[in-house]
C-alpha cells in the first residue's frame, strides 16, 4: 500500500520557521517525483513545491522561492520542506504528494491549481500568527 506521512506542522509567529517531513512508502521512491501542497479553508488545493528524486532537480511556486526549501534523503525514502519567513496567509494543511510523472508535478507546483497527483497524504496542520 502507498502512503505518504506527513509531520512537522505546528504553530509559529510570522517570519518564523518549520520544517516539514514526509516519509514514503508502497512504491519505488527513486521513479517519483514528491510535492508538497497546501489548502487553506475555502481555497483549493496549491502546489507550492516539487524535487525529482531521481536527480534531485527542484521546482517552485514564485510565491516560496528564496523562502523555502525541499530537499531528499532517498536512502530514509524522505522528502523535507524547510519553510522560512513564514506569512500568516500561509496557514493551511500541508500535504505531501508523489507522481510518477514529472512534467505533471512541475506544471501543479508552478502554474496550476487543485491536485492532479497519483498519491498524497492525510497533511499536516500549520498555523502562522500575526
Known amino acids: 500500500e502507498v502512503q505518504l506521512v506527513e509531520s512537522g506542522g505546528g504553530l509559529v509567529q510570522a517570519g518564523g520557521s518549520l520544517r516539514l517531513s514526509c516519509a514514503a512508502s508502497g512504491f519505488t521512491f527513486d521513479d517519483y517525483a514528491i510535492g508538497w501542497f497546501r489548502q487553506a479553508p475555502g481555497k483549493e488545493r496549491e502546489g507550492i513545491s516539487c524535487?525529482?528524486?531521481?536527480?534531485?532537480?527542484?521546482y517552485y511556486r514564485d510565491s516560496v522561492k528564496g523562502r523555502f526549501t525541499i530537499a531528499s534523503d532517498n536512502a530514509r525514502n524522505t522528502v523535507y520542506l524547510q519553510m522560512d519567513s513564514l506569512k500568516p496567509e500561509e496557514t493551511a494543511v500541508y500535504y505531501c504528494e508523489a507522481d510518477n510523472d514529472l512534467i505533471q508535478a512541475i506544471w501543479l507546483v508552478t502554474t496550476g491549481s487543485g491536485d492532479g497527483m497519483d498519491y498524497w497524504g492525510k497533511g499536516t496542520l500549520v498555523t502562522v500568527s500575526s
Open positions: 524535487i525529482s528524486s531521481s536527480d534531485g532537480s527542484t
